[in-house]
């Protein structure tokens, strides 16, 4: 296995488009690493103040339409 200073040495002397391939699958990893902490912390209950923010915006009538919003920018 090799040691994550000889993976950065081994990127370092990749020409462009092979590094463009890393670079975008890293990318895609750490996006699913996020997608998957997400889904934990929700089902774990660690967003439930943020939805409960939302309904009560919702109540008070302290939103936008989406389509409003979008179309002010």
Do not use: Y
């Amino acid at each position: 296995m090799s040691t994550v200073q000889e993976i950065e040495a081994a990127i370092t002397r990749l020409p462009p488009e092979e590094f463009a391939r890393v670079r975008d699958w890293m990318l895609e990893q750490d996006n699913q690493l996020w997608d998957k902490q997400i889904a934990a912390d929700s089902a774990a209950g660690r967003h439930d103040h943020l939805v409960k923010e939302i309904e009560e915006d919702i109540v008070a009538g302290r939103t936008k339409p989406l389509d409003e919003i979008i179309h002010d920018t």
